[in-house]
DNA sequence: AAATTGGTTTGATCTGAATCAAACGATACT
DNA sequence: AGTATCGTTTGATTCAGATCAAACCAATTT
């Protein structure tokens, strides 16, 4: 790994308070590798060997049964995925590829393990990490059981707008379709159902002209929507 | 707390391997309440302050939006919960109500994460809780989105039957099918629809004939459905 | 025994969303 | 410039589920 991958990695919240040791001890057989968009990281039912974490560009995690498939979460940078699976030893209940190009620090299974029992700041640092996921999870949930398509797109725009009431969008509509949950079809229509709440689509950008509007549409929850 | 309750408390798997001067400074300032049936434990978005674990009876959580109301989750002795809640000092995700009575240990969030931060043992169990609850929230998710009502309701009953195929409920079908994530009409149409697969209704019990040709219709996975 | 109550089932209707299909539009390629 | 490609939009249809309403059933109360 490289000096200044090196110090980017030990920023990250999840490394950030541990001993040097401890990293070191961490870091030792772990690997940056850089992927083409659309690769498989890692296949639902594989074991856990690598604690995935995420430095540039995004991954699409999803999960597929009898020939269905979902996206459960897209993962942006600086974050780590399939954290619980790879601390309980067991095998991913995810798939996960990436969006875009992306750069990945996989780390042994092990090495995570060992260094959590020593370590106490790492151990607190797996903790939150996981906490935030498991409310993560909860927040989807409630979001998708709780919600029609168009509230959450509608609450996605409130988040996503600059000040101005601008949404830029960074990605095809058809990945914001699968991290809403619904077709892209659906997402066409569910735009043109905030119409009349100040929606307008031109192209990647959304902009929203009477955002107080839309916001008594989306019911905003800080339950579900918040960070 | 009583002496029997306090070794059966010592015995969870949470509280089993860490220190006893560990489990005094958890235990301080704890209680053990019962409650009636119908009672509220918790709201959400209040704050967290206490772990809750469940010796006896059942629990619901549930959560509520924009005067909609889903269950998440039914609790089932011995476990925790809101674990996530308390050890990042949040407000709750979800409100919490006894299905039936029940026995529920509450801990001061402080104590838990006063004792998390100097007993290893006991860190190394509240991780083991937090990945099992996050992965049991994967897994509802893959569930809800990816398989219809009586596809749930299949391999809920796979999953439940005796040897002899049997199930025989333990509360009413209205709590099974709010934990199934459908409305009480909806079960009972999704138990018809079970029908030609050998699934018969009688009262609270539910027989299965032809185990095999329900599992065709089911698609058990073990990524959603094993424990 | 008759009446009340509360859970369950059945039926009809409505809504949200997926699917199938075709048209459209922008971009990249020859 | 013309053409292929791929994402997006629009339309028609189908499906899963929720809702509304009424009937039904069993257990308990009066």
């Known amino acids: 790994m490289r000096d200044t991958d090196r110090s980017a990695v030990r920023a990250l919240h999840l490394f950030a308070d541990m001993t040097e040791a401890s990293f070191e001890a961490v870091v030792r057989g772990s690997f940056l590798q850089s992927f083409p968009p659309g690769v498989e990281l890692l296949r639902q ?3 856990a060997d690598f604690l ?6 995004s991954v699409e995690l999803l999960a597929a049964t ?13 974050a780590s995925f399939i954290l ?16 875009t190009r992306a750069r990945v620090l ?14 106490p700041a790492f151990a607190a640092a797996v903790v939150d990490e996981l906490a935030v996921a498991f409310r993560f999870m909860v927040r989807e949930l409630k979001n998708h ?26 990605f095809e509509k058809r990945v914001l379709a699968a991290r809403l949950g619904m077709t ?5 229509r569910a735009l043109a159902t905030l119409g009349p709440y ?9 902009s929203v002209t009477r955002p107080d509007e839309l916001r008594r549409f989306a019911h905003p929850d800080p339950l579900i929507d918040q960070v």
């Open 45 to 47: 039912s594989d074991t």
């Open 84 to 99: 619980a699976a790879v601390l309980r030893d067991r095998t991913y209940l995810m798939s996960a590829r990436t969006l």
């Open 198 to 206: 100040g929606v307008a689509v031109s192209g990647r950008v959304v």
């Open 145 to 170: 059981k709780l919600r029609t398509g168009a509230e959450r797109l509608a609450n996605w725009l409130l988040l996503a707008m600059d000040p101005g009431g601008a949404v830029h969008l960074e």
């Open 106 to 119: 996989m780390i042994p299974g092990q090495n995570v393990r060992a260094v959590f029992a020593v370590d």
């Open 52 to 57: 995935h974490v995420l430095l540039d560009g």
């Open 66 to 78: 009898a020939g269905r498939e979902t996206t459960i979460a897209v993962v942006y940078p600086v």
């Open 184 to 188: 892209p079809e659906n997402l066409s």
